[in-house]
Each structure stands twice: as structure tokens, then as C-alpha cells.
């Protein structure tokens, strides 16, 4: 089946979307997330978050754990006073704003006053009225907007980044203090964190846009607290994904970041599918395999996500989706990686068959094609853009592309036919490999069936 039909078929249906995150301008957050988007427009005081609208099932399995009660949840700390607030905006702020906007710290006057600007921002976020107009209620959004565009102005004409740096920096460190605020007030400090940019885009400097590296601290702690909603969580997880993206991490900061991640996705079957899927896009946009002892444990722990029976189909075709984004090389073992996703595919078009339906198909059997293939041509994306054993990346795309093509179409699609799923059972034996591992010298587990899925 031709690469053009598949992509035909994606665009008719318009099923598909591009994989995307929160702080990327996806296409498909959640709609948890979104409630809580629309939510933080408006007042602070009284507000509670809509209850999130019920999403369609990737397939049945048992409820989200709930997290531990967190009363803070619902009650606003006001962290300033309004007279605070309302001295600092008389004596301080036009100084404050002219000293972001020029870009240049001249001495420890400087440096103190961008903090005091970054405190005095944040925290007019925990405030229920509107300090400088009591009659009204603070605008969450408007809030975080107003920082953003503060940090895209700051150094804009004199082309000086110390001011934007050092008030990166003290938004960073300050935002925790808002982490057991209102659950507002924690989503928009979480959605703040994973937007900041350290540069902006710029096509005629030939500049990128930066991702701000050193938010991923906090970040990182969000996605391991045992008590924060799962809602930041989510923005979290993305946003420590945009840093692998967009951010100029080093190779051991990346590594740090994925051995914070990893532990949290292996614990998180119980939790929301969304969060997941969030969990395994962040792993697959760190851009590495390994941790520094070189044992491949990004690629271990997605090919674990991919073969888990007790996780959605959405959660493990995302894990494959994510295992074809990794900078895997000749050592790898891509026999493994090809087997686990040939065998992860068949037992997706058995449940198929038994509901072909269900609306959430496309968008697994797309997963499994974006592990071979990008969706656009200029990107990195796929296995067959890797460098890897060619042939046996072709040999197992073959095995793929009927069924995917198949359930691609528009409209309705049919049950695959028993020759289709014949000729996968035949591959999967003759291709059974003979040591489950991912690369050479690291230990076999004792489970061989581990990409079976059993």
C-alpha cells in the first residue's frame, strides 16, 4: 500500500491531528486541561473548575487512581499584601519595567529589583481582588500574558539578555511558592513555566525559539509530588517535553530529566491515560536513548509502556510513536524494536476486529505508522530515518502498512481480513528474536515474552 494513500486518507477523514503539546500549540490536549484553560480567564474568588468533560475511552480499563486530598486545593493564600502590591506599582514598577525592557544589570541594585519585579508578578496571582482596582477580581490570564510579553520585549532594541536571563531565573524560583496555592493559581504558575523562553524566533537573525532550560526544575517536581492534580501534571510533563525540544539542555541534564520521568511512568497505570501519553511524548522528545552508564533506558522503558497489557492502546501505540522520534543507533537492537511494534499492531487489529467502531482506532494504527514514517517529509521522525538496519525496518513496515492503511481510510473502515492477520502471526513466529535486549552487553530480563506484551 502506497505512503501517499495512508496520507490521503488522514487528511479526508480528518481523524488526525498533529502530535502536539499544550505549550506547542497542539492540536489535542486534553479537555481536562482546556476546562481548566477557560477556567483561569476569569475571576480568581469563588471559582471553581468546571468538572472536565468525560473523553472517549482509548479502551476499557479501571479507573484513575484518585491522588491524596489536597485541601490547598481549593483555598487562595494571598502571598502580598494589597498594600504591598499597591506601594511597589507606585515606587518601583516604571523603574522595574524600564530595566527589564533595556536588557542590562549594572549592579546588585539591578539584580534586587528584577526579583522584586518577578515576586511582585507572580504573586499578584494569589491576590482575589484586583490590588490596583478593588472592584475587580484578578484575571489569572491576563496575569501570565502580561509576564510573557514582558520577557519578548526585555533586551528587544538593545540586544542585551542579562535582564531577561536573571528574570527568567527568579520567575523560576518563585513560581514554587504558588505550588500549594489554589488550583488556579498552581495551573497558571505550571502553564508559565513550561512557556518560557529564553529567545524568541527570529527568521531574519536566523534565531530560534529557546525554550527556557533551567524551568525544568520545578517542572520535574510537579510530575513527582504524590499530592499535586493531575491537570498540572499533564502541563508539566509537556512542558519538560518542550525543553527537549525547543531548550539547549545538556546531555546530562537530559539524562537527570528522563530519570525523573521514567519512574513516574512506570507508576502511572492507574493514572489518567492522558498523563501517560504526556509522560511518554516528554520521553521521546529528550532526544536520547541512554543513561550515562550507556544502558538504554529510555528505549527499555518505552518498549515496557508499548508491551503493558493493563495500559490504553492510545498509551502504548504512543510509546511506539515516541520509540521512532529516538536518536537510536547501529547498536540498537532494532529486531527488538521492530518485533515489539509488528506485535503490538497485531494485537490491535485483534481488538480492532472485535470493535472496529470505536472512534480512538485511527489514531493508534497513525502511532504506528509515524514509527516508520514522519509526517512530514523534513523531519527526523521513523525509524526508516534512523540509522538502523534498513532492511529489517522495511521488513516489519510491511507487515504494518495493510492494516493501517486499511483502518485509515475515510469513513467507516472495514475488519481487517484473516489473510492480513495470517501473514502477521507467520512474521511474528519466523521473527521471534532470540535475546530481548536493546543493545549489546546489557542483561536479558528473565520475562523472554517482554515483547509479547504478556
Not at 527537549?244 to 513516574?264: C, F, S, Y
Not at 493501517?404 to 507467520?426: C, F, R
Request: charged share 25%; glycine share 4%.
Amino acid at each position: 500500500m502506497k505512503e501517499l494513500s495512508v496520507r490521503q486518507s488522514i487528511c479526508s477523514s480528518q481523524v488526525i491531528s498533529r502530535v502536539g503539546t499544550l505549550i506547542a500549540r497542539p492540536a489535542g490536549f486534553s479537555l481536562l486541561v482546556v476546562g481548566l484553560l477557560f477556567s483561569s480567564n476569569s475571576s480568581l474568588l469563588g471559582q471553581q473548575p468546571a468538572p472536565p468533560a468525560k473523553p472517549v475511552a482509548d479502551q476499557p480499563n479501571a479507573n484513575p487512581a484518585a491522588p491524596p486530598k489536597d485541601d490547598a486545593l481549593d483555598k487562595i493564600k494571598e502571598l502580598m499584601t494589597i498594600e504591598e502590591a499597591v506601594n511597589f506599582r507606585k515606587t518601583k514598577l516604571r523603574k522595574f519595567d524600564d530595566l527589564l525592557r533595556s536588557g542590562k544589570i549594572s549592579g546588585n541594585a539591578d539584580k534586587k529589583l528584577i526579583a522584586e519585579g518577578a515576586r511582585y508578578e507572580l504573586y499578584l496571582m494569589t491576590m482575589k481582588q484586583n490590588p490596583h482596582k478593588p472592584a475587580e477580581k484578578t484575571d489569572l490570564k491576563k496575569l501570565r500574558l502580561n509576564i510573557l510579553r514582558d520577557i519578548q520585549f526585555s533586551g528587544r532594541v538593545s540586544g542585551n539578555s542579562q535582564a531577561r536571563e536573571l528574570y527568567l531565573a527568579e520567575l523560576t524560583k518563585r513560581a514554587e511558592d504558588l505550588f500549594n496555592n489554589h488550583r488556579l493559581v498552581r495551573f497558571n504558575a505550571v502553564v508559565l513555566l513550561s512557556q518560557l523562553d529564553l529567545k524568541d524566533e527570529d527568521r531574519r537573525k536566523k534565531v530560534k525559539r529557546t525554550a527556557y532550560t533551567l524551568a525544568y526544575a520545578p517542572l520535574v517536581k510537579i510530575i513527582s509530588s504524590k499530592t499535586q492534580p493531575v491537570e498540572l501534571k499533564i502541563i508539566a510533563a509537556n512542558g519538560l517535553g518542550r525543553i527537549g525540544r525547543m531548550g539547549d539542555p545538556t546531555n546530562a541534564l537530559r539524562i537527570k530529566i528522563v530519570e525523573a520521568i521514567i519512574p513516574e511512568l512506570e507508576q502511572s497505570q492507574k493514572e489518567h491515560s492522558w498523563y501517560q501519553r504526556s509522560l511518554v511524548d516528554a520521553l521521546g522528545s529528550l532526544n536520547i536513548t541512554d543513561n550515562l552508564a550507556r544502558r538504554p533506558i529510555v528505549v527499555n522503558a518505552l518498549l515496557k509502556t508499548m508491551s503493558d497489557p493493563k495500559r490504553t492502546w492510545g498509551v502504548r501505540s504512543a510509546a511506539a510513536y515516541n520509540l521512532g522520534k529516538l536518536p537510536l543507533k547501529a547498536n540498537s537492537d532494532i529486531k527488538l524494536i521492530t518485533y515489539s511494534i509488528v506485535d503490538l499492531t497485531r494485537k490491535m487489529v485483534a481488538a480492532y476486529n472485535q470493535n472496529n467502531n470505536a472512534r480512538f482506532w485511527k489514531r493508534c494504527f497513525w502511532n504506528v505508522y509515524l514509527a516508520f514514517k514522519p509526517e512530514f517529509a523534513n523531519q527526523n521522525n521513523g525509524l526508516f530515518k534512523k540509522q538502523v538496519n534498513q532492511t529489517v525496518v522495511n521488513d516489519a513496515y510491511k507487515q504494518i502498512i495493510k492494516p493501517v492503511a486499511t483502518i485509515l481510510q475515510p469513513g467507516p473502515a472495514p475488519k481487517i481480513p484473516a489473510e492480513t492477520t495470517k501473514s502477521m502471526d507467520n512474521w511474528l513466529k519466523k521473527n521471534l528474536p532470540k535475546n530481548f535486549r536493546v543493545a549489546p552487553g546489557q542483561v536479558k530480563p528473565p520475562n523472554q515474552k517482554v515483547a509479547e506484551g504478556n
